[in-house]
């Protein structure tokens, strides 16, 4: 068993939905949760980042963490054809030396 | 966020030479930085862990003489391609940790093609 699992998509949506994207984890150490967007042939960019359980917000995008049941969640309102990239989740334990990724899923949002 | 840097943006060699990559950290000193391989399509392949002022850390599986890293300061570390083969055609992807964080923060990566 994989300790990241992504579900990698793809997955299409109409311009204006509401994207949930999710990963599930195996490692209950992990304690820093993150999101990353990476558009064909360039490097991830860091999203969103929290620290154990709870949801952030950042325009429209909502980062959620469920400690008990192991899994998080990105989402995406009002979604924009912009927002057509590979959406990575990773995560870390306190005293970890690597981040581990996920496989990325693969979304795009039709105009 | 942090910003980090690769040059060059895309490179083409011949097989048999040798090709350097470069990571900077900008806006901040990075202890520790990482190099990644993609494929298409594909999630990110870690390959080693660099610490400034030390040797690397190679995931299993990756040669540690063909690929070799060198973190000469807080700000820069290259990753250098040695003895090119077609099959190490891929995209390389640096990336830093910030030191008082546990956010990791990529590079745009580097497409190398060997003819």
């Known amino acids: 068993q994989k300790e990241v699992e992504q579900d990698p998509g793809p997955l299409s949506v109409p311009e204006g939905a509401i994207v949930s994207l999710n990963c599930t984890y195996s490692?209950?150490?992990?304690?820093?949760f993150m999101w990353y967007r990476q558009y064909s042939r360039k490097g991830p960019e860091l999203l969103m980042y929290?620290?154990?359980?709870g949801n952030k917000e950042d325009g429209r995008f909502t980062a959620q963490v469920d400690k008990s049941s192991k899994y998080i969640s990105l989402f995406i309102r009002d979604s924009q054809p912009s927002d057509s990239a590979t959406y990575l989740c990773?995560?870390?334990?306190?005293?970890?030396?690597?981040?581990?990724f996920g496989a990325g899923t693969r979304l795009f949002v039709k105009a | 966020g942090a910003v980090v840097s690769q040059h060059p943006s895309w490179v083409i060699c011949k097989s048999g030479t040798s090709v350097k990559i470069e990571c900077r950290s900008l806006d901040f000193q990075a202890t520790t930085m990482f190099w990644y391989r993609q494929f298409p399509k594909q999630s990110l392949m870690l390959m080693a862990t660099?610490?400034?002022?030390?040797?690397?850390?190679?995931e299993q599986g990756v040669e540690k003489d063909k690929f070799l890293i060198n973190h000469a300061s807080l700000t820069l570390s290259t990753l250098t391609v040695t003895s090119a083969h077609p099959e190490d055609s891929s995209f390389y992807i640096c990336?830093?940790?910030?030191?008082?964080?546990?956010?990791?923060?990529f590079g745009p990566g580097t497409r190398l093609t060997v003819t």
């Open positions: 929290t620290y154990s359980s």
């Open positions: 490692n209950s150490a992990f304690q820093y």
């Open positions: 660099s610490n400034e002022g030390s040797k690397a850390t190679y």
């Open positions: 990336s830093a940790r910030v030191p008082t964080g546990y956010e990791q923060y």
């Open positions: 990773a995560m870390r334990d306190t005293g970890g030396f690597k981040t581990i």
